[in-house]
């Protein structure tokens, strides 16, 4: 049973809280508000929630420096210069609301289509993410958006495998004799997940990490695979190959609880260990040794994070590296098996936050966020419906962060374009809003999280007032709903209403107001014998669900839209993993963390740069058709021959050139979820002194 950490003195108060960051880890805060002032003097971990043990990461340890920036918006501002020119004119809520409210009245009254919401993980909670925002919008009948950014891809290869996005549990990690971490820096972005693989290792784990760059995790690691972007299928298929022709298939378990094997078989048998070292671009023995390790060790887990299923094929990836643990067995141990994410754990009342049934019947067309270039600049047609004539942005920077740059700039640029932005600063994207909206921080507003990485719910309660005239996203919501002339009835809940409407049983909202936090009761192995929550109840090699919609019903390797090598123009491979104090582009105008971070940089294996005439610390030109940006590069084995590593995500203002990594990076779409293809991406490097 947890305890209650907050503690009161006659000088501080202690509120409890959640981090808010798109992160697995989910951390439990305390902050500690002086009550003279009212202001927060101090925000660090819980060291009574498990999975927190009192540590943050050096990004949030810094939540100070965030919420109390000097440059914070807080006040509602009105745009006075060209779109993009970030001169703005500060008005009064009064003035932005009316205004708001009539702009996009007279839009609705056309076509509602023609104004889209884009919004995505910029704060993780439930309340002032998709709850007050998503019933407004439904009751205007706007444009549906697909949010797909980040992780659909995965999600849809885990759903179609395992039935849901459930897995191992995180903390049994710490038990496992052997530790594959694929895809993942967890040491920048699951710290808290490494502490369970340090107590493994002390206890002699193995650990191996894959991934194409050497990255911190990787160094620490036992081995470490260096293999192409987009080849992660094709190394999931040599693996499977070994273990089958060695016996090490667990054939009972394959045989009590799962479908398609057979099927499957055949598709294993055309990857033997040397083909798949070929595609992957390692040395065969590597993916013998590393079979041998998850044929015959007990105890074998999993870590696969995202980064690996940004690439076309990154469905079938994670589809054919979930069939690992099936097909071993591993499962059969509360230490083995596989974690991507266990978001399928948690008793969310979507509906009841979000409320449909506003659309009263409507069904308006659907916006993939990921071709928000493509979409804005769009005219009205019979296929695509009215041009987008008004966007309302918050929680997201997609001037920053969506693909193909160029086009998400030309887009955002139109004069004809209303664009209200909610946000806690000014971003690239707030340069072209036409009204700005003071968002308020997590120390300031009510909210209530799940997890992708654990199975703990959070309540995050203010601990502060609300900075200037800042408004949590909800309330500004709320408000437009007032303006608007929406009297349903739930326009009216408060944002700790809505924490309370967020989770159905077992979440107990009493001892989330206690303590915090409350852990699910969970299974310890939840697939040791079958149970999967596929239409079958087994681990679906074979899904007839992708059949029935005309797809591959097994998984398979599907090459890269841009494989390294394939373009003599373009013969590099380009990924672009975030730098180590960012998270996305959040935190890059944190001062102190930017610093740090020094400036927008291109790691480059000397190889590549010898060739090229490239020296360490050099200005350089990264560029394919679509764009280019220029940056220093680092020469160093973070990269590996034939792949460059465009650390991101900087604001485009705070780069030289005004540019960013996704100047490069295109707009297709991956093969299950149409997710974006991030790390599909082919450039040139040239020197640019
Ligand atoms: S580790 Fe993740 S959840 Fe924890 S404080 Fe940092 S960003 Fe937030």
């Not at 807080?74 to 609301?97: C, D, H, I, M, N």
């Not at 308006?364 to 493509?374: A, C, Q, W, Y």
């Not at 007032?465 to 326009?491: K, V, Y």
Request: charged share 20%; proline share 6%.
């Amino acid at each position: 049973m947890p305890v209650s950490t907050a503690k009161h003195t006659p000088h501080t108060r202690e509120v409890l809280g959640a981090c808010p960051h798109d992160c697995p880890d989910t951390c439990a805060l305390i902050t500690t508000v002086d009550q003279q002032t009212g202001k927060a003097i101090r925000v660090q971990g819980n060291p009574d929630h498990p999975q927190t043990a009192g540590a943050l990461c050096t990004k949030v340890a810094k939540y100070l420096d965030r919420t109390y920036h000097d440059e914070r918006l807080l006040y509602p501002l009105r745009r006075t210069g060209a779109k993009g020119s970030g001169q703005f004119e500060r008005v009064s809520w009064e003035e932005a609301l009316e205004d708001i409210a009539a702009r996009l009245g007279a839009i609705a009254k056309r076509d509602p289509q023609a104004i889209l919401p884009y919004s995505y993980a910029g704060t993780m909670g439930l309340v002032q993410g998709e709850s007050m925002a998503s019933r407004f919008f439904n009751r205007l009948g706007a444009s549906q958006l697909a949010r797909t950014i980040c992780s659909i891809a995965g999600g849809e290869g885990l759903i179609h495998s395992i039935g849901q996005k459930v897995g191992m549990l995180v903390e049994h990690f710490a038990d496992s004799h052997l530790i594959l971490i694929w895809g993942s820096n967890s040491i920048t972005s699951n710290l808290h997940f490494w502490r369970y693989v340090q107590e493994a290792k002390r206890a002699g784990a193995k650990l191996v990490c894959i991934d194409p760059r050497r990255t911190e995790t990787a160094e620490k690691c036992h081995v470490h695979l260096a293999i192409q972007p987009g080849t992660d299928a094709a190394l999931a298929f040599g693996l499977m190959n070994e273990i089958v022709a060695n016996g090490w298939a667990d054939e009972d378990y394959i045989e009590k609880y799962t479908v398609g094997w057979a099927k499957l078989k055949e598709r294993i048998r055309q990857w033997p260990a040397d083909k798949a070292a070929q595609t992957c671009g390692i040395d065969a023995d590597s993916i013998r040794a590393l079979a041998r390790d998850l044929g015959t060790t007990r105890d074998a887990g999993i870590r696969l994070n995202y980064g690996m299923q940004r690439v076309r094929g990154g469905g079938n990836a994670v589809r054919a590296i979930a069939a690992l643990p099936a097909v071993t067995g591993a499962w059969r141990s509360h230490a083995g098996g596989l974690l991507m994410s266990n978001a399928g754990r948690f008793p969310i009342q979507r509906d009841a936050l979000q409320r449909p049934e506003l659309l009263a019947g409507a069904t308006p067309r659907t916006i993939n966020m990921v071709t928000i270039g493509d979409d804005l600049l769009k005219p009205a047609s019979p296929l695509f419906g009215p041009a987008i004539e008004a966007l309302v942005v918050y929680n997201s920077n997609p001037v920053a962060v969506a693909p193909e740059s160029q086009k998400v700039v030309s887009g955002f640029s139109r004069e004809d374009l209303f664009t209200v932005v909610i946000e806690q600063f000014q971003t690239d994207t707030a340069d072209y809003a036409d009204y700005v909206l003071p968002a308020t921080t997590q120390l300031e507003h009510w909210d209530i999280h799940g997890s992708y990485g654990h199975t703990d719910v959070l309540l995050n309660r203010p601990a502060i007032a609300p900075l200037g005239e800042a408004r949590s996203n909800a309330s500004i919501f709320r408000d437009l709903a007032g303006r608007m002339g929406f009297t349903d009835s739930c326009f009216a809940d408060s944002d700790e209403a809505l924490c309370r409407q967020a989770f159905a049983e077992p979440v107990d909202f009493e001892q989330l107001e206690r303590h915090g936090y409350q852990t699910l009761p969970m299974p310890s192995a939840p697939f040791a014998e079958g149970g999967f929550p596929t239409p079958s109840g087994k681990f679906e090699f074979f899904s007839q669900r992708l059949q029935d919609a005309g797809l591959d019903p097994l998984p398979d390797h599907v090459p890269n839209y841009e494989p390294a090598g394939a373009d003599k123009r373009y013969p590099l491979a380009f990924i672009s993993p975030p730098a180590r104090r960012f998270l996305n582009s959040t935190f890059v105008n944190v001062r102190s963390l930017r610093d740090v971070e020094g400036e927008p940089l291109l790691e480059m294996h000397p190889q590549d740069a010898q060739s090229r005439s490239i020296g360490d610390g050099e200005w350089v030109l990264v560029y394919n058709d679509r764009g280019e940006y220029r940056c220093k590069v680092a020469l160093n084995n973070r990269a590996r021959p034939g792949v460059v590593n465009g650390l991101g995500i900087w604001w485009r203002k705070f780069a030289s050139d005004g540019r960013n990594v996704n100047e490069l990076t295109s707009q297709r779409l991956t093969d299950l979820g149409q997710g974006p293809v991030f790390y599909d991406c082919a450039v040139q490097v040239r020197s640019d002194p």
